[in-house]
C-alpha cells in the first residue's frame, strides 16, 4: 500500500505503509507524552496556587491596614517556608567544645621542647562552608618519654 500526498506548492510525495505505520505510531506517542505534561502541569499549577495562598494569608494574617509594616516572628517564617517546600531560615550558633590529642613520636631533647613543637605546630582546619574559628586555645596537659 502506497499513498500519494500533494500539497498546497503541488509538490508530492509518496508514502509507504511502513511510513504511515510509523507516523501513526508516533502520533501517538505525542499525545500519551502531551497527556502526561497536561497532568504534569496542571499538578505544577495546583502546587504554586497552594503556595501563592499559604503566603498571602501568612503575610495578611500579620498585616494591619494603614501601617508600612509586618512583624513576625522567625519560627513563623521558617513554619512557613517549610509548608512550602522551601528552605528555613538559619540561625547563628557559637559552638565551644574540647579536643583532646596525644601526639606520639616527637623527637625533642626533653618534655618541654616537646611541648614547644606542639604548640608552634598543632594548628586547626575548619572546612565548614560558613562560620569560622573565633577562637583557637590549646592546652598541653603533660609531655612524658615514651
Known amino acids: 500500500m502506497e499513498l500519494l500526498y500533494t500539497d498546497d506548492k503541488g509538490e508530492t510525495t509518496k508514502y509507504t505503509a511502513d511510513m504511515l505505520i510509523n507516523a501513526i505510531k508516533t502520533k501517538e506517542l505525542f499525545n500519551k507524552e502531551n497527556t502526561n505534561l497536561t497532568e504534569e502541569l496542571k499538578r505544577i499549577y495546583d502546587k504554586l496556587s497552594t503556595i501563592r ?57 626533653s618534655s618541654d621542647d616537646a611541648e614547644t613543637q606542639v604548640m608552634d605546630y598543632l594548628n586547626y582546619e575548619w572546612s565548614g562552608n560558613e562560620g569560622e574559628v573565633a577562637e583557637w586555645d590549646v592546652e598541653v596537659t603533660r609531655a612524658r618519654e615514651e
Open 53 to 109: 495562598g499559604a503566603v498571602y494569608d501568612f503575610f495578611n494574617e500579620r498585616y494591619e491596614t494603614g501601617t508600612t509594616t509586618i512583624e513576625c516572628e522567625v519560627d513563623d517564617v521558617n513554619a512557613l517556608l517549610e509548608s512550602i517546600g522551601s528552605t528555613r531560615l538559619k540561625r547563628l550558633f557559637e559552638v565551644s567544645g574540647t579536643v583532646t590529642f596525644t601526639i606520639a613520636g616527637i623527637e625533642a631533647e
